[in-house]
Structures are given as structure tokens and as C-alpha cells.
């Protein structure tokens, strides 16, 4: 419930009103919550809120940066209490905290362990994929090399090709510019799988969270991703003098216009799975800025995941953010999460049949944000 960025912490019962499906429902009680405290009560019926908290921390991460371990300082140091639970999940293993670690060890010498599993997880996690993206950027660098040597006389090829070459590289020279393409195509299907998202384990986790009681927060951090590209002066150049080689024509066409990530599951399922788990997901992008390399541009391969995770954010009443400083970003994501309201109603139209039911809350009379989770399935 907010005003702008301000959090309204003075709403009564009589405040809200509440449609599941179209249709108005009586609420029958309001709780103000913050942190896991119920700070006021409005009841026209008696519950018993549960507001334990449970932590989970995604890093979707190819690169360490010192922002995500000032992210986890911030997280030990003003958010985790004794008796919170939490789950950190690093490219190789999912950790848990002790339940009585907070007791034992100060929050700085926790996060200072998390920080060095992070950093070795995510160097040992994600060396195929780094392995990939560097044989692509050579390949095409090798390709903008053996297309722009291509459109020129032999004098002036012999003049450009040694220029472009780095000291040490992997020797792609003595293959065709068409088997130079094939190779190109085939890293791209390897970084898909790569990065190729499981919705059998998303729902998994989704039917995991469901049972758990008290209130559930995922923070997934994902980090932009970029592919590289032959510059388009180069392209355009080949394309203006090889008209005639229509098969190499179609093949860049083919692999360098229309290259886009096939988003493997059903979005609409997932995030249903999630709003009625009762999870909140707050979505961190990482917005990290392109390498800079010669005779070739970084594109970003990032957008149709990106909408995905964001739609998932938003099904859940989650937060969503885009910034180069994670850390920035988290401690909005978790002010954001620690005042909330919880409304309690009966449905009128329950069935149990397991169908999808529409949750929409307004403030009567007030232009504010309600940020809630999108409903459940009745069974």
C-alpha cells in the first residue's frame, strides 16, 4: 500500500475492498505487520496471523561483484532476526543458515562466509557458460575479421586481417566463413541450454514454499547477458558485395537478426503457482554495462527472460528493480516487504474444482498502489 514510495501504515478495514473474480467479498479481518510484528488489529472475526519469516536469496549470477556481498552485509546486519529461516542459492549449492547461528557468530562473520561460498560458487558454477561466451566473442571477432578482409582487394586484406588478430587466440582462421557461421550456431544452442530455465523445478519449488507456514520472501538476483554480434557496418558491407551468395546471406541473417531466447515454460502457469504458494518474489536485475571489444557490438540476451521474471515479481505482489548496484536495489526490495497488510475473507463462490481465482484490492476513495498477490487455486 503505498503513496508514491511511502508506505500507508493508518488503513482500517473499512478502507479496502477486496473482488475475487469479479466478485465483492467481505472482509473480515486486517492485520498491519511489520518485520514480524503485529503492529494493529481489525477484526470483525478472530485469526491468528502467522508472520514468521523465511528468506530466500537467488543468485542467478555469471560474475561476482562487490555490490552482492554489500547486499548480503546489509541483509545480516539489519534484516535476518533469530527465528527468520533462510536459504541461500548460489550457481552450484543451496545453503542454509544454522537455526542458532545468529547466537553464535556475529552477523559480520556470517556474511563474510556467505561472501567467500558466493564468490567461489560462482566462479566454479558458471565456468562453462564464461568458457562459452568467450569462444563466441572470439568466433566473432574471427567473423567480422574474414567478412571485412572479404569485401577488400588482397593488398588491403593483407593489411586488415593481422591487425584484427589478438596475440593469443583460438585459431578460427582456417575455416570457411560458413563453417565459421555453423560453429557460431552451434555456441549459441550450447548457451542455451546453459541458461535454459526448468519449469518443472520452478513449480517444484513453488509446491515446496506452499505448505511452509508464515510469510515467504525470494530475492532472486539475475544478471544481465549479452551475446556478441558482428558491428552492422561490417554486415552491411558483406551484404552490398556478396549479393550474389544468397546461402551465406541467409545464414547471417539467420544466426546475427533473429537470434532470440526460446523461454522453455508456461509463464502463465508459473506465476499462478506462485501467487497461490503465498511467495513473495522480488526480482533484482543487474543491469552491468557491455564489454567494449573490437569488431563487434554486445547485444543483450536478456529481454525475454527478464519479462518472464518480472511477470512472476508482479503475480506475487513482489518488487522489481533494475540497477547496476544490487545492493542499492536489495534494500529497496526488502523496505518494501516488511510493512505489509494481511487480509483474511471467506470466498463466496469457493468450489474446489482447482480453478484459478482473480484476487483484485483496492483503497476506496484513494489513488494508491496495492501491490498483492494475483489469487490461488480453489481445491
Known sequence: MFKGSTFIDNLTIKDFELTEGGVPQKIEAVYLVKK?????????????????RNFFLFFEVSEYIAELGDALDYFFDNVILPG?????????????????????KSSEEIANEMKRLLRKDTLAGNSEYRSTVKDLIGLAKSLSTTIEAGTLDVERREAVIPKQMDSFTVDYGGLDLDEQLILYAGLLDKLEILRKVDQLKLLDFAKLLKNKEGQKYVFLFHQR???????????????NEYQDRQDILHMITEVFDFYKRDISFDINLVKQAYADSSISIHFLFITKPPKIVFGIRMREHSEDIYSAFKQMAQATGGFVESSANPAASFKLAVEASENYYLLYYSPKTYTGEGKFREIKVRVKDRNYRVIHRAGYFDN
Open 225 to 239: 547477458e549479452f551475446i556478441p554480434h558482428i558491428e552492422p557496418r561490417i554486415l552491411n558491407q558483406f551484404v
Open 36 to 52: 514480524r510484528a503485529i503492529e494493529r488489529s481489525d477484526e470483525r472475526k478472530r485469526f491468528n496471523p502467522e508472520t514468521s
Open 84 to 104: 527468520d529461516t533462510l536459504f541461500i542459492v548460489t550457481p552450484v549449492k543451496t545453503y542454509r543458515l544454522k537455526d542458532r547461528a545468529l547466537e553464535v
